[in-house]
């Protein structure tokens, strides 16, 4: 069935949700899975209250630092399922497409995410990057809702 699952997280409640049943289904299959969380990058005209308040360093050192912590969220649930799991943290302008690109350079062979991740204006101004997946994606997605 699948044997490289990639399931992106931002870290949101639902999406951690969608890790579990990720994890779950991997353990299922025997599959090994990829984590991925996704960065914007840097702009110094922004909306962004957090990336107003920092320099680009701070923003830089403050991203990883939440990828981390979120990553391993991840790493310790699928440890804890005997699922072989590996991390990857990239920064990208649109988090469909690096979703996209490490499912391929991965070669995963299943997408799981989450519905719907960030709540308020930032859905609003970024719109679904779940849907963004699902119509670019060459690979199937599971919708975790």
């Known amino acids: ?7 992106p997280t931002d870290g ?3 999406a ?9 289904l991997a353990q299922q ?6 984590a991925l969380t996704v960065s914007p990058p840097f702009h110094a005209l922004t909306t962004d209250t957090q990336m107003i308040e920092d320099t680009p360093a701070q923003y830089k050192a403050r991203m990883q630092e ?45 997408i799981v995410m989450a519905s719907h991740g960030r709540h308020g204006i930032a859905a ?3 719109g679904s990057e779940t849907v963004k997946v699902l119509t670019h994606s060459k690979i199937p997605v599971l919708v975790y809702r």
């Open 124 to 126: 609003i101004v970024l």
């Open 66 to 110: 939440q990828a981390q912590k979120m990553l391993a969220a991840v790493t310790q649930a699928a440890q804890a399922a005997n699922v072989a799991c590996e991390t990857v943290h990239v920064e990208h302008e649109h988090p469909y497409q690096a979703i996209i690109d490490i499912a391929a350079s991965k070669r995963c062979d299943l």
């Open 1 to 7: 069935m699948y044997s490289h699952i990639l399931i």
């Open 12 to 14: 949101s409640k639902l």
């Open 29 to 34: 299959v025997g599959a090994k899975v990829v």
């Open 16 to 24: 951690g949700k969608a890790v579990q049943h990720g994890i779950a």
